[in-house]
């Protein structure tokens, strides 16, 4: 059957197919203080939100490097993936995006880069004026693939006052290159980005809280629900041995999962609904009415 589409500002998306169900996504592009200019996102609804005024929980779903908002929807190779899992958790789902190589930083040297921000205020100030949310830490939870991992990870361990739990797919768990099993070439472009955005880095312990490797403490401190996988083949899966480890000897609770696969749709398409399964499980069931700002 034919999803309905609702188009919004001229911003159209695609046609997602479900069966047995209607379901509903929204595309838009709002103004964001933090970068000054207009930004595109997704939302998907669960079939029920036009039948009741309750509000919804929200899923961030951040996308990876050289990515946009509908890689989410057009990617995955189940194409009724995020409308299943809507109408399943009955939640919002929310697609951002941001710059194709910023890691969701705040930039210390660039301007341009400000998705930090975006995200933590713009964008969620943006969702809970706009849609009938849970309007509270309780009711958000965050997660991505690769640079979305690490965005989702960082985020989350930096405002724990905005989100219940956290996931990384394949994420990018510490931005050092040397530990990752890519070429010359493609390490060389990756620290070039990182020093352009970021400046010096220290790579070593101590890490630099512009990594998750750096964050563990705060995690801790802070008690976050925390959801991680990677892939037996993926390039990233030493990074997150790594991670799972640090954070098992700071005594951080976590869910930590290897299956077989790769840095790939096939490999995330199938992690996705363990992450949405984790989430239900924390946050808010309570459908609490919330009237639009």
């Known amino acids: 059957m034919v999803s309905f589409i609702k188009t919004s500002i001229f911003l159209s998306l695609f046609i997602a197919f479900i069966s047995n169900a209607y379901t509903q996504v929204d595309t838009v592009r709002h103004y964001s203080q933090s970068l000054n200019k207009e930004m595109p996102y997704a939302i998907t609804f669960p079939d029920s939100y036009n039948n009741n005024n309750d509000g919804y929980p929200v899923v961030y779903l951040l996308h990876g490097a050289g990515g946009d908002y509908s890689n989410w929807h057009k990617s995955v190779k ?56 849970i309007a509270d830490k309780s009711g958000r939870a965050i997660t991505g693939l690769s640079m979305g991992g690490h965005g989702a990870l960082m ?8 989100f219940a739990a956290i996931g990384s797919m394949s994420g990018v768990t510490n931005i050092d290159t040397r530990l990752w099993d890519v070429d010359e070439n493609r390490r060389s472009q990756r620290v070039n980005q ?19 490797v750096g964050l563990i403490d705060k995690m801790k401190e802070k008690g976050i629900k925390m ?4 892939g037996t083949e993926d390039f990233l899966v030493k990074v997150n041995r790594q991670f799972h480890k640090l954070l098992l000897e700071a005594g951080v609770e976590h869910d930590y ?16 609904p363990y992450h949405f ?17």
């Open 78 to 133: 189940n194409s009724g993936l995020l409308s299943q899992l809507a109408n399943t958790y009955e939640v919002l789902i929310v697609t951002p995006e941001v710059g194709p190589y910023s890691y969701y930083y705040n930039s210390p040297l660039m301007d341009s880069v400000r998705y930090e921000s975006y995200i933590t205020n713009d964008l969620i100030k943006e969702i809970d004026g706009k849609y009938r949310t």
């Open 155 to 162: 985020l989350g361990a930096k405002h724990p006052e905005l």
């Open 194 to 212: 990182q020093k352009e955005m970021l400046g010096a880095i220290n790579y070593d312990a101590p890490y630099s809280t512009y990594t998750a």
């Open 227 to 230: 959801i991680i996988d990677c």
């Open 257 to 272: 999962i290897e299956r077989p696969g790769a840095h790939n749709w096939e490999y995330w398409t199938n992690a996705l």
């Open 277 to 293: 399964l984790f989430f239900d499980n924390i946050l808010s069931k309570k459908f609490a009415k919330n009237s639009l700002n």
